[in-house]
C-alpha cells in the first residue's frame, strides 16, 4: 500500500473511532437525568453529561496539613467519602469516580504522608493511625460534610472506622473494599510486620523495608490474584514513584509499626457496628494477599444484613473491576439510601 492510501485509510479509522467515541458518550448523556435539562436549556446533552464526570483537584488546609483531594459530580448529591489505602493515594480512584458521579458527590482524600498531600515531616508531626483519623475528622468538617457514605480500602479502613465510631451519626453506609476490621481477616503473610509489633528495635524495622521495594508494590501488591494482563500499569508505578520521595519509608515504617494500634481498636469497631447497624457492602478481591475472605464474611457478625460479594482478583480491585464495583454500589446505595 502506497503512502498516499495508507493516510487515506487511518483517516477514514480515526474518523470512525471518533464517531464511536461521540455516540457512546452521546448514549451515556441520553440516559441521563441531565439529558432533560440540558434538551429544555438548549445545552449539548454531550456537554452537559461530560461535565457531570469532570473531576475537580483541590486542597484544603487542616491544621498544619495541606489535604489534596478530588472531587467530582453535582455539589448537591449524596457524598461518598473515599478512604484509600498503602500505598497508594486518591489516584486509586480514578477509574471508579466517573462512573458514579452522575448521581454522587465522590470525594477522595489523600491521606497524610501519601499522594499529593502535603504534611510536616517526621518529628513535627506524629505518622499514627489516630493522627491520620483526626486529620481525616478534620478534613470533613472543612468541607461541611454531615452526611455521607464511607468507602475504605486497607489503611482507609482503620482510618474511617475511627471516625466513623467517633461519628456514628455522619455514616449513612459503609462500602469496604478489602478494608479490614476482623482478625479473621489477615493472611499468613504478616510475620515480619508482627515480629515489629511485638519487639521494634531497629533490626526489626529495617527488616520490613522490603515491604516498601518497587519489586513488593508491583508484584505482591498489585499483581498477586491478578490476571497481569488487566491490570494497568499506572498505579503501581506511581506509587512506587511516591515511594522513592526523601523521608517516605520511614513514614511508612513508622505507620507499619503503629498499625498493631488498629488491632487493639477491633473490638471499639465492632461495638460501633453491632449497636448503630450502618448498611455495609463489603466487595472483595478474593486472591488478596494481605486480607482474606474471611475477613469480609466476619462483618456478618456484627451486622447480620451485611451484603458480601467477592470478585476475581487481588487486593487493588479498582484498577481490574471498577465497572463491577460500581455496580454493586449503585444497586446497595439506591435500596439503602434514603433519596
Known sequence: MNHENTLQTDLI????????????LGAIAMSTPAFTGAAESGAS?????AQQYKARYLTRQVGDVE???????????PVILLLHGFPTSSHMFRQLMPLLSQDYRLIAPDLPGFGQTK??????????????????EGFIDALGLTRFVMYIFDYGAPTGLRVAAAHPEKIAAIITQNGNAYVEGLSDQWGDWQTYWREPPPAHREKCRSSLSPDTIKHWQYLTGTDPTLMPPDGYTLDIAYMARPGAEDIQLDLILDYRTNLERYPAFHDYFRKHQPPLLAVWGK??????PAGAEAYRKDIPD?????LDTGHFVLETHSPEVASYMREFLARKLKR
Open 13 to 24: 479509522n480515526t474518523g470512525r473511532r471518533h464517531v464511536l467515541q461521540t455516540s457512546i
Open 45 to 49: 446533552p454531550i456537554i452537559n453529561a
Open 67 to 77: 489535604v489534596f483531594y478530588r472531587e467530582a459530580g453535582p455539589k448537591d448529591a
Open 119 to 136: 504534611s510536616p515531616p517526621r518529628g513535627q508531626f506524629n505518622y499514627t493511625f489516630d493522627n491520620l483519623a483526626k486529620v481525616t
Open 287 to 292: 486472591h488478596d494477599p494481605a486480607f482474606i
Open 306 to 310: 451485611a451484603e458480601v460479594h467477592f
